[in-house]
């Protein structure tokens, strides 16, 4: 970093008055001692003028006057104005670092910011398809080898809900039609086996003669491409981005899109939470717990279609 650079940095902050001299040092420390890049210096610099801020609000004049609880009383401040998880775990790496360097030049005794946990950012459900617009995009019309090939790839994974790693690395050895299964390679090289619907038999054994004509050597991957290799992630993306449009998808569908929808869809008409977690593979049920909140949703706009004195009124937060 050069000598401008640093003289920017530094008439950034100049007309902050609390902490000035204190936060030119630590400015110049990120840039010439450790060498931050520049997005990470001003994300510092931002989310240290929020702690300046607050600190002048409330006459914090000290920074070894400031403790535990105000840095508690700052996070709670900030969450109310609308800062998420994500973001003031970056506010307090920030304070937690320029503390840690005012304590190493003696203008501190300890961190308060050390054992503050910022609160966690609610987990984002994931977009699903409802059964309708599932049941329109797999149904690809056509007797072409890729729309035989993609036909039965997507069938197969909506069918049991396969993660996209898994339905590329299937062989053809893992498919058994008679008995309608599939054995499947998790994470962590676990294996289990699944029950395959009649609509993703039909489109297997549609498949598997265009298959044979194109297998140049000898590969036992079940979906290959039109050159008689395994069939990539890459690949498999790029046409579900295509037949999104062709199948008149009113947004795009990813492979994990129809395997979330698969879980939404057995939830709702099982009930069965155990049983969805099997079918995936998660390791633990709570990975599984979030296609609750899905059928809840599901049941809630079901509730207010059907029941007569229904009609709840959104929160003001929904609206």
Not at 94 to 112: D, G, K, Q, V, Y
Not at 125 to 135: C, E, I, M, W
Request: charged fraction near 25%; aromatic fraction near 6%.
């Amino acid at each position: 970093m050069n000598d401008k650079a640093i003289e920017k940095n530094d008439d950034e902050i100049e007309n902050v008055s609390l902490f000035n001299q204190e936060l030119k040092s630590f400015i110049i420390y990120i840039t010439t001692e450790k060498q931050l890049s520049i997005h990470t210096q001003t994300n510092y610099k931002r989310d240290l003028e929020k702690f300046i801020q607050y600190c002048t609000t409330y006459s914090l004049t000290q920074l070894n006057t400031i403790k535990v609880q105000h840095i508690r009383q700052m996070v709670a401040h900030f969450h109310r104005k609308g800062l998420g998880g994500k973001s003031l775990s970056r506010w307090l790496s920030a304070l937690r670092s320029f503390f840690e360097f005012a304590i190493r030049n003696a203008w501190m005794t300890n961190n308060p910011a050390d054992a503050i946990q910022a609160p966690k950012s609610p987990k984002k459900l994931p977009k699903t398809l409802d059964v309708d617009q599932a049941a329109q995009f797999v149904s690809i019309k056509g007797d072409s080898v890729l729309a035989l090939r993609d036909r039965a790839l997507l069938e197969l994974i909506y069918s049991s809900g396969l993660r996209l790693a898994e339905a590329v690395g299937l062989n053809i050895l893992d498919i058994d039609l008679n008995d309608a299964l599939v054995t499947v390679t998790g994470k962590g090289n676990k294996t289990r086996v699944l029950p395959i619907g009649s609509h993703a038999i039909t489109a297997i054994k549609a498949w598997l003669p265009q298959r044979k004509l194109y297998l140049k050597t000898e590969n036992a991957a079940l979906f290959i491409t039109q050159r008689g290799t395994r069939i990539t992630h890459r690949a498999v993306q790029l046409r579900m981005q295509q037949l999104s449009i062709r199948q008149g998808m009113d947004t795009p569908v990813h492979p994990h899109m129809l395997r979330h929808s698969f879980a939404s869809h057995m939830l709702e008409s099982s009930s069965d939470l155990r049983l969805v977690q099997e079918m995936l593979g998660h390791a633990n049920i709570s990975t599984t717990q979030i296609y609750t909140h899905l059928d809840f949703q599901h049941l809630a706009k079901v509730y207010d279609s059907a029941h007569p004195r229904a009609q709840r009124k959104k929160n003001v937060d929904d609206q």
